[in-house]
């Protein structure tokens, strides 16, 4: 790679430019800006390139990257917002992993799980069933946000995630927990 | 164990966080529990749709860009 070699270049853009873009899309405002930090991630690789010294991971290094530039935009579109998107109250996320009234008083199911097994394959890999996992994700608070993108969407290890973001393995589990949680949630809604 | 405590220690499970013990009473109940099963199911399937998300081609122009910015690049030494 370093000696120039385009074609492994171009299988590290095949590969990660997907990841990369849709967890930059967690921390920008819309999808242009997005396409603009993974862009702009990936000039910088190839200007670091010659100081990447392999310490760590080509790939723990490129999201690194991607991470500080994302989060650099974030923090400047954030003073465009309305004050109204800082605060909510009812925070997607924050909500029990299953309604406590769909279990009577011996902790049994009363409404059912429908089961995702019957339903088609192209039902439930549709569009429209994968922008509402995007909006899904896009509620979510930031926290919760970065963990299942690392995890979930980009494919990283619990451990990776938590020391990419520095946090606790302990707060890495209940972030996820909760961010899945919410996902199938709103799922489940969408898919009844 | 209840399915309502059942369902707090599923992505602990599917994550193989739980100890043995845990993990044991947590099978058994799945074994038998039509419902909590079809809950993991969802489960799965909803992280099967979350990894999709990252299926993207890189845009044909964006690549080029990228390429030819990388072929441009000379190893610090030699510049
Ligand atoms: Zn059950």
């Not at chain 1, 998107?85 to 029990?96: K, Q, V």
């Not at chain 2, 044991?24 to 809950?39: D, I, K, S, W």
Request: hydrophobic content about 45%.
């Amino acid at each position: 790679m370093k000696a120039g070699d385009a074609a492994a270049f171009e299988a590290l853009l095949d590969r990660y430019h997907g990841p990369l873009l849709r967890v930059a899309l967690g921390y920008v405002r819309d999808r242009e800006a997005a396409e603009d930090a993974v862009q702009e991630t990936w000039l910088r690789v190839v200007a670091g390139l010659d100081r990447f010294e392999g310490r760590s991971s080509l790939k723990t290094w490129i999201f690194g990257i991607l991470l500080n530039v994302a989060r650099s935009r974030r923090r400047r579109d954030r003073r465009l917002l309305p004050f109204s998107a800082l605060f909510r109250r009812d925070e997607p996320g924050s909500e029990p992993i299953v309604d406590p009234d769909r279990f009577n008083a011996e902790g049994r199911w009363t409404s059912l799980p429908d089961n995702w097994e019957v339903l088609p394959e192209a039902r439930l890999m549709s569009r429209e069933v994968l922008d509402r996992v995007g909006a899904a994700i896009g509620e979510l608070p930031p926290t919760l946000r970065e963990v299942i993108l690392l995890r979930d969407v980009a494919g990283w290890s619990a451990e990776e995630a938590a020391s990419l973001l520095g946090i606790s393995a302990a707060n890495q589990r209940v972030r996820l927990h909760r961010a899945r949680g919410h996902v199938r949630r709103v799922l489940e809604e969408y898919l009844r | 164990m209840t399915c309502r405590q059942v369902v707090q220690l599923l992505n602990d499970y599917l994550e193989g966080m739980l100890p043995a013990a845990d993990r044991q009473r947590v099978e058994e109940h799945l074994a038998g529990c039509e419902a909590c099963a079809a809950f993991v199911g969802q489960l799965r399937a909803s992280r099967r749709l979350v990894a999709r998300l990252a299926e993207e081609e890189v845009p044909a122009s964006v690549k080029q860009e990228l390429l030819t910015a990388f072929r441009n690049w000379r190893p610090a030494g030699l510049r």
